[in-house]
């Protein structure tokens, strides 16, 4: 069969555009995913006790767009949830992103209290301060501040998850977990944050269910390529791989998944539990309090950061800095010149996006189409 488009991976980029080409404008759609699942990055399933788990490590919707968010509502109900995270420090289990009740926690009373008053003087009530900014402070305080925080939230994790230090990174990166002025524990702060009520799984599966879509799982794009018939292709695999590794490899940071299971209704009181500074993994996730469902047993995984091997494990995070970007950009010139051929994604676009911005690209090039 001749197919419009094919689209190559079922992630939420792919299963985007795929669900718009079908139902906006007719197209009939072949997508192909390598995995023998769907969803991507964001596939759930239940293990064998039947919980609910993110195979791929803890995946949190949050979101600033209406738009995002109204468009997967059509595919899900939402169940609501907000993620709340402890880091352990100096042995103690304390609130992050680091904010006023962290402070607090680690702080003697007084030195707390005019440290509180320093933060909110200097960049106001409810600001959210990357710790690259902070550490720029004048005020001796406000530095000893930055130098603690730094030292005990992010240099470890840092090393640990990307083997290099904040420094070397784009400071989006640690930007991500800012210093909050404010007594505001939760991780983002976006308006809208919940799970889909029936896991991302069956929410893709649903955007997927168009008679004009067709599935072939199990396939990789360039092993078939040869046998497919269509007008054109969207691309959301690594776009290195896509032109053969032309100019080198794209660096990715991979992640080794430990999983255990207690029979025990749980064993940490919150969702995840960040590890800056102990032990060589980065984070545990106990996925029952993302899920809210009830048993005796309860199921966490362990993260494991380390470096990505082509055909030994997954190239699960795009690593932002300049040397690679400057790589990156040879590729895309290369992607410009194929006219038949779109590329969109976390790996095709070499770019750190959460799902919302993953589904908003897609949208993006959904409405710039030829
Ligand atoms: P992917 O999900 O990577 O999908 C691409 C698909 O293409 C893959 O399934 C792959 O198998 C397939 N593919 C690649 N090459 C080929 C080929 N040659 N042939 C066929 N198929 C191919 N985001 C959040 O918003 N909140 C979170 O809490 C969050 N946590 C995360 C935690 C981890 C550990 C990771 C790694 C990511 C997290 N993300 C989170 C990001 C989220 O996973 C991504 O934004 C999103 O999944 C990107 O979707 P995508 O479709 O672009 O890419
Ligand atoms: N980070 C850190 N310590 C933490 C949490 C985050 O140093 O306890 C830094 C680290 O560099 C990490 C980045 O901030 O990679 C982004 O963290 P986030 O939790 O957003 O990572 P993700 O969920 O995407 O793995």
Known sequence: MKYDWVIVGAGLTGATLAERLASQRGARVLVVERRRHLAGNAYDHPNPEGLLVHRYGPHIFHTQSREVFDYLSRFTAWRPYVHRVLAEIQGRRVPLPFNLNTLHALYPRRLAERVEEKLVARFGHGARVPILKLKTADDPELAELAAFVYQNVFLGYTRKQWGLAPEELDPAVTGRVPVVVAR????????YQALPAEGYTRMVERMLAHPRIHLLLGADFKEIEGE??????????????????????????????VWATHRTPAVQPVAVINYP??????????????????????????????????????????????ENRLRYRAYQKEAQKLKHVFFAGRLADYRYYNMDQAVARALKLFRELP
């Not at 505001?184 to 308006?191: G, I, K, L, V, W």
């Not at 032309?246 to 992640?255: A, K, M, V």
């Not at 102990?278 to 380390?306: C, D, M, N, V």
């Open 184 to 191: 505001d524990d939760r991780y983002f702060a976006d308006p």
């Open 228 to 257: 497919l018939r269509f007008d054109r292709l969207i691309y959301t695999g690594p776009i290195d791989a896509f032109f053969d590794y032309l100019h080198g490899p794209l660096p990715y940071r991979s992640l080794r998944f």
């Open 277 to 322: 500074n102990e032990h060589p993994f980065t984070r545990t996730t106990e996925y029952k309090h993302l899920t809210g469902q009830e048993s005796p047993f309860t199921a966490i995984s362990y993260e494991y950061p380390e470096a990505h091997e082509p055909g030994r494990n997954e190239p699960y995070y795009p690593i932002p800095r300049e």
